[in-house]
C-alpha cells in the first residue's frame, strides 16, 4: 500500500519535471537554431517576469484562462471535446454587456445580474451542441466549431450602429455600463489585481468538489471513463451530455467578466477573442486538475508577458508561441508515458505481491 | 519416431513439412515411446508479467505427436506461457527447447518459422473475406494467393480432415467453422506443434466432439497438439499427457488414465472440488420477476430492422435460479439489457415485486434491488483505470454507503471497499490499484461483492464464472446458493452447460430470441440441452431417446 503510494507520488512529480525538462531544451535546440543564447532568453524572462507590475499582469491575465480552462475541463472530465468555449464565451459577453449597458441597477443587483446572464447564454449556447449530441448523434467537436462561427457572425450583426451598439471613433461597442457595475479591485502595488481573481478561486474549488465529492461528480467521471459502464451503471448518458454541456457553458460565460466588469466595461470590436482555445492548451497543460490549470494559467501569462521582451532582446517574436506549443506537447506526451509506465508498474506490483503470496501458501500446502 | 524429430529442422520449406507429415503417419506414433528430443521442452522459465501471477519454474516436456493437455485455474499462467512459447513474451529466466535444439523467440514470426502455430481464444480472421483469402492473408510468400494457394488449402484440408470450404465468406460460417479455418491457417503456414488456447470454451458439445476429432486426425499425423482448458472431463477424453499448472508453476504431470476429473481439479485448485450442484430446493411460490410478452427490434448494421426478442415470457420466484441456455447472439444479452434497463423495449411488460419497471430508468432498478453481474465486466462493470474503491461506488452511487444525500461518503465507500475485499477474497495489495491491474477472477469477485453487498432481490448473473478460476467460480457459486437460500431470485445466463445445469432451478432455451424450449435442471444432459440450442428442439425436452419432441420447430 505505501510503496504504491510512494511511487504514485514520485511519478506524479516525474511527469511535469520531465515535461519541463524536454521543453526546456526542445526550445533550446530552437533558439540555437535561429543563431541566438537560449540562455540569456530564459535570464531575461525570468527576470523580467519576476518584476512587481509584471506579477500583477500575470495573474490579472491569468483570471480569463483560468475560467477557460475549467470550462474546457468539465467537458473533458466526461469526454466530451468542448471546442467553442471562445464562441460561447464571446456571445455570452456580448449579451451580458448590452444588458448591463442598458440597465441602471445597484452594483450588489447589476453585477450579478451581468454574470447570469452571461452564464445563461453561455450555456444555451453550448447545451445547442448538447441537444444535437443526443437526439441526432452529431459529434460535439463539429457542432461547436460551427457554433462559434455562427457566434461571431451573430455579434458582428448586432455589433452595428443603430442596432446593438453605438460608434466610437472607429470602433463599434455595446453602450457602456454605469460605474455601478464596475468590478471590485484588490489594491496591489504597482497595479491593482482584478477582483474576479476571487471569483476564479471559487469556480476552480467549486468544480473540484462537485467533481470529486457529489454524486453528480462521480456519474459525470463515471461517463468520461466509460460510457457502457456508466449506462449499466445506471447514469443517463444523455442527460449528462446535456448537463456537462450547460455547465461547461456556464463556466464559459464567465471568461469575458473579467473583462467587461474591470477592464474595457463594454463588448466592442476590440474584445479579445481566443481565449477559449488558449483553454484547451492550458486544460491539457493542467491535466484537468484545479491546481495544475492554475499554474497552467500562470505560466500562460508569464510567457505572453515576458515574450514581449524577448522582442525587445532582439529574439524572433514568434520564439513564445513556438516554447507554448511545445510545452503542451510536451506535458501531453510525459504524462501519457508516464501514466503508462504507472499502470505497468502497479499491475507489476501486484502481479508479484500475488506470486510471492502464492508461493508461500503454495510451499505450506506442499509440505503438507 | 526419431525421423520426425530430425526433419523438423526450421529450414525446411513448408511443403516439405507436409510430406514429412505423411512419413510421419506412416508409422502410428504416439504409442511407441518417443526416446528422442521431445517436440517442445520447457525449463525453469520465469516471467514476471504485470496482472497475472508470475511464471515461475516451469518445466513441460510435450512428447512429439501426442496431445498435450495444459489445465489450471485462469491466472494461473497458462496463457502466459503459451505466449512464452509463442514468442509474443520473452521469459525472463528459462530455456525453450523445440525438437531438442534450444531456441529464443524474439516474435511470433520466430516461432512460426520453428513450427509452432497458435490458434487464439478469439479468432483473429476478416469476416468480410473468404475462408480462402482469410488463410492465405499475410503468408502470401507460400504459395502466391491464385491456384497454387488455393491448391495447397485444399490439400492441407483434407489431409486433416477440415473439410474447409474455401470460398465461404468467413461471416457466414459458424463458430466451429471459423475454428477449422483457424487451426487451418495455422497449419497452412507449417505449423508441426499446435497451441490451442481454451478452444472448447465457445463451442456446444457436438463441436466439441468434432473439434476432438480433428485433433486426434493430426495427432494420428504425427503433430504435436497443446491444449490449454480448464474443463477438465474434455482435457481427460483427448489428452495423451496432462500437465496441471497452479500459481504460475507445474504442480503435476498426470497421465489421463491414472486419474480422475476430481484428483485433477483438486491439483488445480489445491484444495477440495468446488461443485455446482445445488439439489435442495427453495423456490417459493411469491413471483419476484415476471416477464410478459416482451419485444424488441433491433436494426442490424445492413438497416434491417429484426426481432431480437420476441415474445419472451417467464417468472421467477424468490429463491428460484432460472438459467437460460443458448448459442451466443440468440437474444441473451439483449434480454438482460431490456430488464436492465439499457434497452427500451417495444412491447411487452416487466414486474418486479410487483412493480411494473417496464420502463423504469436504470437507476431506478438497481435501487429497487436488482443486481447485475455483467457478461462483459471490461465494459459494463468495472471502470478499468479507476481504483477499487471507485468501482465499489460504480452502479450504487445513490446507495448508502457510498453517498449520503448528494455528496459522496469516501470514507464510508472505502472502508466498505476493504470490507469486500476481505469478505470476498479479493486478491488486491489494496484497494487504491487499479481494478485493470487486478486478474479476472479477482476483478469478478470485486464485482459480485459489490453486487451482493447492496442485498438485491433479483441477480442477473450473465456468465458469472466465465474467465474465472476454479477457486473463485466455487465462490461465486456459493455466494449465489446462499442468497437463493435467502430468497433471492436470479436469472443466470452462461454458456458452461454443466454450470447452467447444476445451479438452476429452471431451465429455459433461447434461440434465435425466442425462447423455445423448457428442460428440467435434475434430469437434463448437458448434449441434449446442447442439441436444443442449436435449435433442434423445442417444448419441454424430456430426458430419454423420446428427448427431442419435435425437430427444427423452433427454427424460424
Redesign the interface.
Known amino acids: 500500500m505505501k510503496k504504491i503510494d510512494r511511487t504514485k507520488l514520485t511519478l506524479g512529480i516525474a511527469a511535469p519535471v520531465l515535461a519541463i525538462v524536454a521543453a526546456l531544451l526542445i526550445t533550446s535546440v530552437i533558439i540555437l537554431a535561429t543563431g541566438k543564447d537560449p540562455l540569456h532568453a530564459y535570464a531575461v524572462m525570468v527576470d523580467f517576469g519576476s518584476k512587481s507590475d509584471s506579477q500583477v499582469w500575470i495573474i490579472n491575465k491569468a483570471v480569463p484562462y483560468y475560467l477557460s480552462a475549467l470550462a474546457v475541463a468539465i467537458g473533458f472530465r466526461m469526454n466530451l471535446f468542448n471546442i467553442g468555449v471562445d464562441g460561447q464565451y464571446r456571445i455570452a459577453a456580448f449579451f451580458a454587456a448590452v444588458v448591463g449597458g442598458a440597465l441602471t441597477l445597484p452594483g450588489f443587483l447589476q453585477i450579478p445580474l451581468i454574470i447570469i446572464v452571461a452564464m445563461l447564454v453561455g450555456s444555451v449556447w453550448a447545451g445547442i451542441a448538447g441537444v444535437l449530441k443526443t437526439t441526432r448523434g452529431v459529434s460535439e467537436v463539429i457542432t461547436t466549431i460551427m457554433l462559434n462561427s455562427i457566434a461571431a457572425a451573430v455579434i458582428g450583426y448586432f455589433l452595428q450602429e443603430g442596432r446593438l451598439a453605438v460608434k466610437d471613433g472607429n470602433l463599434f461597442h455595446t453602450p457602456d455600463l454605469p460605474a455601478s457595475s464596475h468590478f471590485f479591485t484588490i489594491p496591489t502595488q504597482p497595479d491593482p489585481l482584478d477582483g474576479f481573481l476571487v471569483v476564479a478561486a471559487v469556480v476552480g474549488v467549486a468544480y473540484w468538489f462537485v467533481l470529486g465529492r457529489t454524486r453528480f461528480g462521480f456519474d459525470l467521471r463515471t461517463v468520461g471513463r466509460s460510457e457502457s459502464a456508466a449506462q449499466a451503471g445506471g447514469v443517463s448518458v444523455k442527460r449528462m451530455v446535456i448537463t456537462s454541456m450547460l455547465l461547461s457553458g456556464a463556466a464559459a460565460g464567465l471568461i469575458g467578466m473579467p473583462t467587461l466588469l474591470g477592464v474595457s466595461y463594454n463588448y466592442g470590436t476590440d474584445f479579445p477573442v481566443g481565449i477559449g482555445f488558449t483553454g484547451i492548451a492550458i486544460a491539457l497543460l493542467g491535466r484537468n486538475h484545479p491546481l495544475g490549470m492554475a499554474a497552467g494559467a500562470l505560466l500562460w501569462g508569464f510567457l505572453e508577458r515576458t515574450g514581449t521582451q524577448l522582442e525587445f532582446e532582439d529574439y524572433e517574436q514568434e520564439i513564445v508561441g513556438v516554447m507554448q506549443g511545445v510545452i503542451v506537447l510536451c506535458v501531453v506526451i510525459a504524462y501519457e508515458v508516464v501514466r503508462r509506465y504507472g499502470l505497468r508498474i502497479q499491475q507489476r506490483k501486484v502481479g508479484e505481491e500475488l506470486a510471492a503470496q502464492a508461493r508461500k501458501t503454495d510451499k505450506a500446502e506442499v509440505s503438507a | 519416431m526419431s525421423e520426425g524429430g530430425a526433419l523438423h529442422r526450421p529450414a525446411l520449406a513448408p511443403s516439405l513439412r507436409g510430406e514429412c507429415a505423411i512419413t510421419a503417419s506412416s508409422s502410428p506414433p504416439a504409442e511407441r515411446a518417443p526416446a528422442a528430443a521431445p517436440a517442445v521442452e520447457l525449463r525453469g522459465i520465469t516471467k514476471?508479467?504485470?496482472?497475472?501471477?508470475?511464471n515461475?519454474d516451469i518445466g513441460i516436456t510435450v512428447r512429439r505427436g501426442t496431445v498435450h493437455a495444459l489445465v489450471g485455474e485462469n491466472g494461473a499462467g497458462k496463457s502466459t506461457l503459451m505466449k512464452i512459447l509463442y514468442g509474443m513474451q520473452k521469459p525472463d529466466e528459462g530455456t525453450i527447447a523445440i525438437d531438442g535444439e534450444q531456441v529464443s523467440f524474439a516474435s511470433p514470426a520466430d516461432a512460426i518459422a520453428r513450427g509452432i502455430g497458435m490458434v487464439h481464444q478469439h479468432f483473429m480472421l476478416a469476416d468480410n473475406l473468404t475462408v480462402l483469402e482469410n488463410i492465405v492473408l499475410g503468408a502470401e510468400k507460400l504459395h502466391g494467393i491464385g491456384a497454387a494457394a488455393r491448391k495447397a488449402v485444399l490439400e492441407v484440408s483434407d489431409r486433416y480432415g477440415l473439410n474447409v470450404r474455401p470460398d465461404v465468406l468467413v461471416e457466414d460460417l459458424g463458430v466451429a467453422d471459423r475454428q477449422r479455418v483457424e487451426i487451418l491457417k495455422v497449419l497452412y503456414r507449417g505449423a508441426r506443434t499446435l497451441i490451442l488456447d481454451e478452444p472448447t470454451a465457445v463451442l456446444v458439445p457436438q463441436e466439441v466432439d468434432a473439434l476432438f476429432d480433428n485433433l486426434r486426425e493430426l495427432k494420428a499425423e504425427g503433430l504435436t497438439v497443446l491444449f490449454i482448458s480448464h474443463k477438465l472431463g474434455e482435457v481427460l477424453s483427448v489428452a495423451d499427457d496432462i500437465t496441471v499448472i497452479?500459481?504460475?508453476?507445474t504442480?503435476a504431470s498426470v497421465v489421463p488414465g491414472e486419474t480422475t476429473p476430481k484428483q485433477l481439479a483438486e491439483l488445480m485448485v489445491?484444495s477440495e472440488l468446488p461443485s455446482p450442484e445445488t439439489r435442495e430446493s427453495t423456490v417459493t411460490d411469491t413471483p419476484m420477476l415476471t416477464v410478459d410478452g416482451l419485444h424488441l427490434s433491433a436494426t442490424d448494421p445492413d438497416g434491417v430492422a429484426r426481432a431480437v426478442l420476441d415474445g419472451i415470457g417467464f417468472t421467477i420466484h424468490k429463491g428460484e435460479v432460472l438459467g437460460i441456455a443458448g448459442v451466443e447472439g440468440n437474444g441473451q444479452a439483449e434480454l438482460v439489457e431490456a430488464i436492465?434497463?439499457?434497452r427500451d423495449p417495444d412491447g411487452g411488460t416487466i414486474t418486479l415485486d410487483g412493480a411494473d419497471i417496464s420502463h423504469a430508468?436504470?437507476?431506478?432498478?438497481?435501487?429497487d434491488g436488482i443486481g447485475?453481474v455483467?457478461e462483459d465486466r471490461h465494459?459494463?462493470?468495472?471502470?478499468?483505470?479507476?481504483p477499487l474503491w471507485?468501482n465499489r461506488?460504480?452502479?450504487?452511487?445513490?446507495e448508502k454507503p457510498n453517498?449520503r444525500g448528494?455528496?459522496?461518503d469516501?470514507k464510508a465507500a472505502r472502508a466498505d471497499t476493504e470490507r469486500i475485499v476481505t469478505e470476498y477474497d479479493v486478491?488486491?495489495?489494496?484497494i487504491?490499484?487499479?481494478a485493470?491491474?487486478?486478474?479476472g477472477g479477482n476483478q469478478q469477485k470485486l464485482i459480485v461483492g459489490r453486487e451482493m453487498s447492496h442485498h438485491p432481490k433479483l441477480l442477473i448473473a450473465a456468465h458469472p464464472t466465465r474467465g474465472v478460476d476454479v477457486g473463485a467460480q466455487a465462490q461465486i457459486w456459493d455466494q449465489i446458493r446462499e442468497a437463493r437460500r435467502e430468497g433471492l431470485a436470479v436469472l443466470l445466463i452462461s454458456a458452461d452447460l454443466d454450470e447452467l445445469i447444476g445451479l438452476s432451478d429452471t431451465l429455459r432455451v433461447m434461440f434465435r430470441g425466442r425462447l423455445v424450449a423448457d428442460a428440467d435442471p435434475a434430469t437434463i444432459t448437458p448434449e441434449e440441452l446442447g442439441s436444443a440450442m442449436t435449435g433442434a428442439a423445442s417444448g419441454h425436452l424430456e430426458h430419454a431417446e423420446d428427448g427431442a419432441e419435435t425437430g427444427g420447430g423452433a427454427a424460424e
Open positions: 514476471r508479467f504485470p496482472g497475472v501471477v508470475a515461475h497452479r500459481r504460475g508453476t504442480v489445491g436492465m434497463g439499457m430508468p436504470t437507476r431506478k432498478r438497481r435501487e447485475y455483467p465494459r459494463h462493470g468495472l471502470l478499468l483505470e479507476a471507485e461506488i460504480l452502479g450504487h452511487v445513490t453517498s448528494r455528496l459522496l469516501l486478491r488486491t495489495p489494496g487504491e490499484v487499479t485493470a491491474s487486478l486478474s
